[in-house]
């Protein structure tokens, strides 16, 4: 999906929302700046969350919660590279079936680890040239690949008229 400068990743975030049961694991990638965070507050949004959502950057996991949900936002760029498994894996992996995990830098989160999701949907964000933002989403593991599409509709859908 070709997303205008004036798009934000959020809206995309949030109609994901709708869709995504708990227990998925979504791996965020793409550049620094280039709207990974910002995805993840629109899912939080659509969940009714109305608090601040940073960047997992600098603490490595965010952990927002609510009375019947609880989502993960781990950074595994600074922890790439190390041979032990990060600290907060133990947590994602115990918190699986219950909670949504988004792993920015999720390329380098162990395929073990991946596994043990019942769903892993890959979110690619690049961009074209300057001005525009490419979001790309790819269902790994799991079943559903209609919901995949029917979301995509939606984005595509809230995308400003040309």
Not at 53 to 76: C, I, K
């Amino acid at each position: 999906m070709k997303c205008p400068p004036d798009f934000s990743t959020a809206e995309c975030g949030r109609l994901l929302s709708r869709r995504l049961p708990p227990g998925a694991l979504v791996l965020l990638e793409g550049p620094t700046g280039i709207g990974k965070t910002e995805f993840v507050r629109g899912f939080l949004r659509g969940l009714g969350f109305a608090g601040p959502v940073n960047s997992p950057t600098f603490v490595t996991l965010q952990v927002y919660e609510e009375n019947a949900w609880r989502v993960f936002h781990g950074d595994m760029d600074r922890l790439a590279g190390r041979k032990e498994d990060p600290e907060f894996i133990e947590t994602l992996v115990h918190e699986r079936e219950i909670s949504w995990s988004f792993i920015e830098w999720g390329d380098t989160l162990p395929l073990p680890v991946r596994n043990l999701f019942s769903i892993v949907l890959r979110v690619r964000i690049a961009w074209e040239g300057e001005e525009f933002r490419i979001l790309t989403a790819t269902l790994e593991k799991g079943e559903g690949q209609e919901w995949v599409g029917q979301w995509g509709s939606e984005c595509r859908k809230s995308l400003p008229a040309d």
